[in-house]
């Protein structure tokens, strides 16, 4: 550690991951149920009437477990 910083931060900062992921972040607020635009989306996408809370998800354990197998 110390060889990495010379011993100019006590810390490691490697550990911190960013609060703010410039690809996923944005979509996921885009799709989200408190854009005032969700209703419209939703619509147009033909989910308006899902039961699914929430609507959209970037990832689903539940559909990487039933195609895991697929993968190659």
Do not use: C
């Not at 900062?13 to 960013?18: E, G």
């Not at 009437?49 to 195609?67: G, R």
């Amino acid at each position: 550690m110390t060889s990495v910083s010379g011993e100019v931060l006590p810390y490691d900062n490697r550990i911190f991951v960013p609060d703010w992921d410039l690809v996923e972040d944005p979509v996921k607020n885009y799709f989200a149920a408190s854009n005032p635009n969700s209703t419209a989306i939703y619509t147009a996408l033909h989910v308006q009437n899902s039961t699914k809370v929430p609507i959209f998800e970037m990832k689903n354990a539940d559909v990487h477990a039933a195609l895991v197998a697929d993968n190659l």
